[in-house]
């Protein structure tokens, strides 16, 4: 095989700055760009090709005259509701030997859909809010379940992303309002216990804490002035850097277990120290947009991919 490539894999309809934010890590800890390629080819159905060959694989797009020998494939950047349809490629790409911190099929499934990571979360004993999941129920079942949570929840849809359709629910008028979003959508919905996590002047509060390989290895502050809404950047909520050492006491090591309990090598775990430290989510693929995040987390990332034993 040529001369090896890095590779960086993202899905190229996005705009979120993920991929920029990748190869400028790249470049700083190589002294070269990436290989950009689409995802999108490599998705099931796509034209896409991962071709064994010595000392690695072969990306190829044969339609576009396309072939890169790669040792190491950053794949990052993937919207949650399209990540099952790269579950080949992520196999080939881990049977062929190639480093990557993004081939744990299993660990991006279960991350990504929040049903499954709340039960894996309580197999494991990761402490959580109540949680209880729901398939297009009737009123009478949603209002029970509500109930049963004590009548201040938060409902989110089973997957997505950025905080969107999630809301607050204390009223059985916003909880109608909650379902009928989500049977639009057709998708099914969680209900969890609100976790009190207000600082003294009301403001929600949560910390977002970033675990590579088994070490926490950045922390964020999110405070969000609207109590209602998801305590999330892409929500208006305000975003600082902390060191590590400064969250309470406890909270990097739930990180560490939530990202284990779900399978996976390097995710941004959201959680909050009231209610005796609980974990919300777990997000395959934080985005790069706070302060401090590219050298904090992507530097980091990326050179992952660089050392032999990944």
Not at 286 to 305: D, K, N, T, W
Request: aromatic share 4%; hydrophobic share 45%; with cysteine.
């Amino acid at each position: 095989m040529g001369r090896s490539e890095l590779v960086l894999m993202t899905d190229h309809s996005s705009s979120e700055g993920s991929r920029e934010a990748l190869a400028s890590a790249v470049h700083r800890l190589t002294g070269r760009a990436p290989v950009l390629l689409d995802a999108r080819h490599f998705m099931a159905g796509g034209p896409g090709l991962v071709r064994g060959v010595d000392g690695g694989v072969s990306l190829e797009v044969p339609g576009e005259g396309l072939a890169v020998a790669a040792t190491a494939v950053l794949l990052y950047e993937i919207p949650p509701h399209r990540r099952t349809e790269l579950a080949d490629c992520q196999r080939a790409l881990r049977e062929h030997g190639v480093r990557s911190l993004g081939t744990a099929v299993d660990g991006w499934r279960v991350a990504t859909d929040k049903r499954l990571a709340v039960e894996r979360f309580a197999r494991d004993g990761v402490r959580q809010m109540a949680t209880l999941t729901l398939s297009r129920p009737t009123p009478e079942e949603a209002a029970e379940v509500f109930d049963r949570l004590g009548g201040d929840v938060w409902a989110r849809p089973a997957v997505g992303m950025s905080g969107q359709d999630v809301f607050h629910v204390t009223t059985r008028a916003q909880l109608a309002d909650a379902a009928r979003c989500y049977a639009e959508a057709g998708t099914d919905w969680l209900l969890a216990s609100d976790a009190g996590n207000f600082t003294a002047d009301g403001r929600r509060h949560q910390f977002r804490v970033t675990v590579l390989n088994g070490r926490a290895i950045r922390a964020v502050e999110h405070v969000q002035a609207d109590p209602d809404a998801p305590c999330n950047l892409a929500r208006g909520a305000v975003s600082t850097p902390l060191p590590v050492d400064d969250l309470p006491a406890g909270l990097a090591e739930l990180a560490v277990e939530a990202t284990g309990a779900v399978g996976l090598p390097f995710a941004a775990v959201d959680l909050a120290a009231q209610s005796g430290g609980v974990v919300f989510e777990v997000n395959v693929h934080p985005a790069f947009g706070s302060p401090g995040a590219l050298e904090a987390v992507a530097v980091p990332y990326v050179a992952a991919h660089l050392e032999p034993s990944h």
